[in-house]
């Protein structure tokens, strides 16, 4: 069993930055894909970015984060994380990182990943 912590969360203006962890524990995430969802207030969860097993070479984004946000991995310290650049209104989420612990390439899939986070609030004012 995996447990997922989110982190870096905040109230952010339009245009900036903010940096989210993801600190697992009870078991090493190397060999596990890692993957970033949002869910906005009354929207359906969807996906933001993932990363795949153990190097971490494989990445791939939504459309509409593609360019701004950049999601990596330390191995070494047992996270994953989302750096977000530009951020605007529409990115206003709660964000969940997830472990996809079938081998392979990252998933863009939510039912695909096993252990879910419990979420961190991100908000960007206009």
């Known amino acids: 069993q995996v447990q997922l912590v989110e982190s870096g969360g905040g109230l952010v203006q339009a245009g900036g930055s903010l940096r989210l962890s993801c600190a697992a524990s009870?078991?090493?995430?190397?060999?596990?894909?890692m993957g970033w969802f949002r869910q906005a207030p009354g929207k359906e969860r969807e996906f933001v970015a993932a990363?795949?097993?153990?190097?971490?070479?494989?990445?791939t984004y939504a459309d509409s984060v593609k360019g701004r946000f950049t999601i990596s991995r330390s191995n070494a310290n047992n996270t994953a994380s989302l750096q977000m650049n530009s951020l605007k209104p529409e990115d206003t989420a709660v964000y969940y990182c997830?472990?996809?612990?079938?081998?392979?390439?990252?998933?863009?899939?939510?039912?695909?990943?096993?252990?879910w986070g419990q979420g961190t609030q991100v908000t960007v004012s206009s």
């Open positions: 997830a472990a996809d612990t079938a081998p392979g390439v990252a998933s863009r899939k939510i039912d695909e990943y096993d252990y």
């Open positions: 009870r078991r090493s995430i190397s060999m596990y894909g």
């Open positions: 990363i795949n097993w153990w190097s971490g070479d494989t990445t």
